[in-house]
C-alpha cells in the first residue's frame, strides 16, 4: 500500500512558478513508477509526466515539454513537478499517481497504469 499526499499549489499569475510536492509513504516496491496528471472542470483526467524511480526514464506531456520538469528525491521519498511559464490554461486539479510496476516510456501515459492516487491539489492560473 502506497500513501500519497500532494502540496504546493496555489493561485499564480501567467508567466509565473510553482513547485508541486508528492510525499510517498509505504511499501518502496510499490512506487516503481509515478506520474502527475491534472483535471480541469468537466474535462478528462490529463497526463502531464511520469518517472521510473529507478533510472533516468522520464515522459513530459507535448503541452507542457519545455515547461514543466518532473523529478524525486530519493532520500525524502518525494516527487516533484516544477512548472515554470505558467498559461491559464494549466490551471486545474493536479494528482500524483504510483504503480508498482516498472512503466516503459509509451504506457507512462494511460492513468489506468497507476494504482495508487492522491488527493490532488489545485493550480490556478489568472491575473
Known amino acids: 500500500q502506497v500513501e500519497l499526499v500532494e502540496s504546493g499549489g496555489g493561485l499564480v499569475q501567467p508567466g509565473g512558478s510553482l513547485r508541486l510536492s508528492c510525499a510517498v509513504s509505504?511499501?518502496?516496491?510499490?512506487?516503481?513508477?509515478m506520474g502527475w496528471f491534472r483535471q480541469a472542470p468537466g474535462k478528462e483526467r490529463e497526463f502531464v509526466a511520469g518517472?521510473?524511480?529507478?533510472?533516468?526514464?522520464?515522459r513530459h506531456a507535448d503541452s507542457v515539454k519545455g515547461r514543466f520538469t518532473i523529478s524525486r528525491d530519493n532520500a525524502k521519498n518525494t516527487l516533484y513537478l516544477q512548472m515554470n511559464s505558467l498559461k491559464p490554461e494549466d490551471t486545474a486539479r493536479y494528482y500524483c499517481?504510483?504503480?508498482?510496476?516498472?512503466?516503459?516510456?509509451?504506457?507512462?501515459?494511460?492513468?489506468?497504469?497507476?494504482?495508487?492516487w492522491g488527493q490532488g491539489t489545485q493550480v490556478t492560473v489568472s491575473s
Open positions: 518517472l521510473r524511480w529507478s533510472g533516468s526514464t522520464t
Open positions: 509505504g511499501r518502496a516496491g510499490s512506487r516503481n513508477s
Open positions: 499517481a504510483a504503480t508498482g510496476r516498472g512503466l516503459i516510456w509509451s504506457s507512462m501515459g494511460g492513468p489506468d497504469e497507476y494504482d495508487y
